[in-house]
C-alpha cells in the first residue's frame, strides 16, 4: 500500500526555474516527456466510523505547488494535498458524512459525479462554500460498487477549478464486486488512473489562456497528477480504473501493440460480463475499469490514437482529434504474481423498463445551449415524478462533440440512432459521448429522494460548455409537491 506520506513526498518539491529553451507551447501537437516517474496513487481517504454508523471523512479544497513537470514546480490546487485528492471508499449500504472546509481564495463546491443522493448534498452550484466556510453533506450509499468521482461544480468557473486540480476518486464496495475474481488489490493490481491534459506556460504553471471551442486543450498528458509516469505491473493482470478527467479532450485509448484487453466496469459499475475490444474512447467525466493482461519483462505503453468517431466535426484537428499520446508506461516486473482468469460474468443488470406511458423528454444540443438555452439558475428546466422510470432521448445537432451527463442517476442507453448501442455502452453510464448528428434514448429511473427547492444538473461534461451554460436543472417531486425553488442571486458568476 502506497502511504499518503509516500504520495505527497512524490509530488510536492521546492519552487525550481525551469530550465532555458522551453518555450510556451501554442500548439496542441503532443510534447514529448524524456523519462518517466512512478505513477503516484492517491491516498485512500482516512475516515472515521462513530458509534451512530456513520463512516466519517474530512476534505480540505487548498492550494499548493506539484511537481508535474520533472523540475518545475506548478502552482495546483487540491484536496488535502497539492493536487487531485484521496480515494473515497465506502460500501453500499454505509451512511457516509464528508466536513469539506474551502481553503482557496474563492468559492467552491465539491460534486459527487454518479452517485445517487439528496439533491441538497449534490454539490452543484446551489451548494457553493465559501472561502474558509465548510459544507457537511451525508447520505446513505445505495448502489453498486463503482469508481465515481468528486470534482468542484461552481458555475462558470468548473473548467478553472478543475484544471487546477481538483479532482478525487469515489469508490464503492458491495459484496457482489468482492465475490468476483478481479484484481482488486489497491494501488498494486487496482490501479486509480485520471487521465488529464495540460499546457504550460514557460514558468510552469497551467495555461489557462486560449480556449479552443471546446475548452482548455493541452499538449500534455499528466496521470494522476504527473506527466510522464509509468506503473510498474507485480501481478498477470492488472485493473485500471480510468477517469477522463480533462476538460474537453477525448481519448481514443488501446495497447501499444493492438493487443486485446477486457472492459469490465463503466460509469456506474461493473458490468454484466467482460468485453474484449482493442480500443475504447472516453470523453471527458467518463470512467472505464479496464483489465490488461501482461507477460514478465515487457514494456507495454497505454496510448490514445487519434479519435475515429469525427464525422460531421466541423475541425477535428483543431479539437484535438488527430493527436496521438503516450498515456502511461506499464512496466512488467520479471516475474509476475499469478492472476485468476477473469470471470466470465460479472454483474447482473436488469434492463429498465419505462412505465407504459414514458415520459420521454427530448434534449437538443447546440453550441453552448441545450434546447436553444443556456443555463439560468433561477429556472428549472423540468420535473420529474418520483418513481418513476423515463426515456431521454438526446440528440447532437452540432458540428461540435458534446456529451450528456446527468446527476442523481445511473442510466442505461437504449437506442444510439435507434440501433441498439455498441458493447463498450451496454452498462450503467451517469455521462455518455453524443456523436455529431446522432440521436441516443437513455432510460434511467428516479427512485427517491424528492426535493421542491434543490435541484439537480444536467449537462454537458466538456466543462467549458457547461461553463458556458450548456446545462439544465431537474427537480425529482412527490404526488402534488409543487416546486419552491430558492430565488439565487447569480450576478457574479452568470455567464449569459
Ligand atoms: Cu461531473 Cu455536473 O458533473
Ligand atoms: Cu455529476
Ligand atoms: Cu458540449
Given at each position: 500500500?502506497?502511504?499518503?506520506?509516500?504520495?505527497?513526498?512524490?509530488?510536492?518539491?521546492?519552487?525550481?526555474?525551469?530550465?532555458?529553451?522551453?518555450?510556451?507551447?501554442?500548439?496542441?501537437?503532443?510534447?514529448?516527456?524524456?523519462?518517466?516517474?512512478?505513477?503516484?496513487?492517491?491516498?485512500?481517504?482516512?475516515?472515521?466510523?462513530?458509534a451512530?454508523?456513520?463512516?466519517?471523512?474530512?476534505?480540505?479544497?487548498?492550494?499548493?505547488?506539484?511537481?508535474?513537470?520533472?523540475?518545475?514546480s506548478?502552482?495546483?490546487?487540491?484536496?488535502?494535498?497539492?493536487?487531485?485528492?484521496?480515494?473515497?471508499?465506502?460500501?453500499?449500504?454505509?451512511?457516509?458524512?464528508?466536513?469539506?472546509?474551502?481553503?482557496?481564495?474563492?468559492?467552491?463546491?465539491?460534486?459527487?459525479?454518479?452517485?445517487?443522493?439528496?439533491?441538497k448534498?449534490?454539490?452543484?452550484?446551489?451548494?457553493?462554500?465559501?472561502?474558509?466556510?465548510?459544507?457537511?453533506?451525508?447520505?446513505?450509499?445505495?448502489?453498486?460498487?463503482?469508481?465515481?468521482?468528486?470534482?468542484?461544480?461552481?458555475?462558470?468557473?468548473?473548467?478553472?477549478?478543475?484544471?487546477?486540480?481538483?479532482?478525487?476518486?469515489?469508490?464503492?464496495?458491495?459484496?457482489?464486486?468482492?465475490?468476483?475474481?478481479?484484481?482488486?488489490?489497491?494501488?498494486?493490481?487496482?490501479?486509480?488512473?485520471?487521465?488529464?491534459?495540460?499546457?504550460?506556460?514557460?514558468?510552469?504553471?497551467?495555461?489557462?489562456?486560449?480556449?479552443?471551442?471546446i475548452?482548455?486543450?493541452?499538449?500534455?498528458?499528466?496521470?494522476?497528477?504527473?506527466?510522464?509516469?509509468?506503473?510498474?505491473?507485480?501481478?498477470?493482470?492488472?485493473?485500471?480504473?480510468?477517469?477522463?478527467?480533462?476538460?474537453?479532450?477525448?481519448?481514443?485509448?488501446?495497447?501499444?501493440?493492438g493487443?486485446?484487453f477486457?472492459?469490465v466496469?463503466?460509469?456506474?459499475?461493473?458490468?454484466?460480463?467482460?468485453?474484449?475490444?482493442?480500443?475504447?474512447?472516453?470523453?471527458?467525466?467518463?470512467?472505464?475499469?479496464?483489465?490488461?493482461?501482461?507477460?514478465?519483462?515487457?514494456?507495454?505503453?497505454?496510448?490514445?490514437?487519434?479519435?475515429?468517431?469525427?464525422?460531421?466535426i466541423?475541425?477535428?484537428?483543431?479539437?484535438?482529434?488527430?493527436?496521438?499520446?503516450?498515456?502511461?508506461?506499464?512496466?512488467?516486473?520479471?516475474?509476475?504474481?499469478?492472476?485468476?482468469?477473469?470471470?466470465?460474468?460479472?454483474?447482473?443488470?436488469?434492463?429498465?423498463?419505462?412505465?407504459?406511458?414514458?415520459?420521454?423528454?427530448?434534449?437538443?444540443?447546440q453550441?453552448?445551449?441545450?434546447?436553444?438555452?443556456?443555463?439560468?439558475?433561477?429556472?428549472?428546466?423540468?420535473?420529474?415524478?418520483?418513481?418513476?422510470t423515463?426515456?431521454?432521448?438526446?440528440?447532437?445537432?452540432?458540428?461540435?462533440p458534446?456529451?450528456?451527463?446527468?446527476?442523481?442517476?445511473?442510466f442505461?442507453?437504449?437506442?444510439v440512432?435507434?440501433?441498439?448501442?455498441?458493447?463498450?455502452?451496454?452498462?450503467?453510464?451517469?455521462?455518455?459521448?453524443?456523436?455529431?448528428?446522432?440521436?441516443?434514448?437513455?432510460?434511467?429511473?428516479?427512485?427517491?429522494?424528492?426535493?421542491?427547492?434543490y435541484?439537480?444538473?444536467?449537462?454537458?461534461?466538456?466543462?467549458?460548455?457547461?461553463?458556458?451554460?450548456?446545462?439544465?436543472?431537474?427537480?425529482?417531486?412527490?404526488?402534488?409537491?409543487?416546486?419552491?425553488?430558492?430565488?439565487?442571486?447569480?450576478?457574479?458568476?452568470?455567464?449569459?
Amino acid at each position: 500500500m502506497v502511504t499518503r506520506r509516500g504520495f505527497l513526498t512524490g509530488l510536492a518539491l521546492t519552487p525550481v526555474v525551469y530550465a532555458a529553451g522551453c518555450s510556451v507551447r501554442t500548439s496542441s501537437a503532443p510534447a514529448a516527456v524524456a523519462g518517466t516517474r512512478a505513477l503516484p496513487i492517491p491516498p485512500l481517504a482516512p475516515s472515521t466510523l462513530g458509534a451512530d454508523g456513520v463512516r466519517r471523512f474530512a476534505l480540505r479544497a487548498q492550494t499548493g505547488n506539484t511537481e508535474m513537470l520533472r523540475g518545475s514546480s506548478t502552482p495546483t490546487w487540491g484536496y488535502s494535498g497539492s493536487v487531485l485528492g484521496p480515494t473515497v471508499r465506502a460500501r453500499r449500504g454505509e451512511q457516509v458524512e464528508f466536513t469539506v472546509t474551502n481553503g482557496l481564495p474563492e468559492a467552491t463546491s465539491v460534486h459527487w459525479h454518479g452517485m445517487h443522493l439528496p439533491a441538497k448534498f449534490d454539490g452543484g452550484p446551489h451548494q457553493m462554500i465559501a472561502p474558509g466556510a465548510t459544507w457537511t453533506p451525508r447520505w446513505t450509499v445505495q448502489q453498486q460498487a463503482a469508481t465515481l468521482w468528486y470534482h468542484p461544480h461552481p458555475h462558470g468557473a468548473t473548467e478553472k477549478h478543475v484544471q487546477r486540480g481538483l479532482s478525487g476518486f469515489f469508490l464503492i464496495d458491495d459484496e457482489d464486486a468482492d465475490a468476483l475474481a478481479l484484481p482488486k488489490d489497491y494501488g498494486v493490481d487496482d490501479i486509480p488512473l485520471v487521465i488529464q491534459d495540460r499546457r504550460f506556460t514557460a514558468e510552469g504553471s497551467i495555461d489557462e489562456s486560449d480556449p479552443t471551442d471546446i475548452g482548455l486543450l493541452g499538449d500534455t498528458i499528466v496521470t494522476n497528477g504527473i506527466a510522464g509516469a509509468h506503473l510498474t505491473v507485480t501481478t498477470e493482470r492488472v485493473r485500471l480504473r480510468i477517469l477522463n478527467g480533462s476538460s474537453g479532450r477525448l481519448y481514443n485509448l488501446a495497447l501499444a501493440d493492438g493487443r486485446t484487453f477486457h472492459l469490465v466496469g463503466t460509469d456506474g459499475g461493473l458490468l454484466p460480463k467482460p468485453v474484449a475490444l482493442e480500443q475504447l474512447q472516453l470523453s471527458p467525466g467518463e470512467r472505464a475499469e479496464l483489465v490488461v493482461a501482461m507477460s514478465p519483462g515487457e514494456l507495454l505503453k497505454l496510448r490514445s490514437l487519434p479519435i475515429t468517431d469525427r464525422d460531421g466535426i466541423d475541425r477535428p484537428t483543431e479539437f484535438g482529434f488527430d493527436d496521438t499520446f503516450d498515456i502511461l508506461d506499464l512496466r512488467a516486473a520479471d516475474t509476475l504474481r499469478p492472476a485468476a482468469a477473469l470471470p466470465a460474468t460479472l454483474v447482473p443488470m436488469t434492463a429498465l423498463t419505462a412505465a407504459s406511458t414514458p415520459a420521454t423528454r427530448s434534449f437538443d444540443l447546440q453550441w453552448f445551449m441545450i434546447n436553444n438555452q443556456r443555463m439560468d439558475m433561477n429556472r428549472i428546466d423540468l420535473t420529474v415524478p418520483v418513481d418513476t422510470t423515463e426515456v431521454w432521448s438526446v440528440r447532437n445537432k452540432d458540428n461540435w462533440p458534446h456529451n450528456f451527463h446527468v446527476h442523481d442517476v445511473q442510466f442505461q442507453v437504449l437506442t444510439v440512432d435507434g440501433k441498439p448501442p455498441p458493447p463498450a455502452l451496454s452498462g450503467w453510464k451517469d455521462t455518455v459521448y453524443t456523436s455529431s448528428g446522432t440521436t441516443y434514448t437513455l432510460a434511467m429511473r428516479f427512485a427517491d429522494h424528492t426535493d421542491p427547492t434543490y435541484p439537480y444538473m444536467y449537462h454537458c461534461h466538456l466543462l467549458h460548455h457547461e461553463d458556458q451554460g450548456m446545462m439544465g436543472q431537474f427537480l425529482v417531486l412527490a404526488p402534488g409537491q409543487r416546486p419552491a425553488p430558492m430565488a439565487m442571486d447569480t450576478g457574479s458568476t452568470h455567464h449569459g
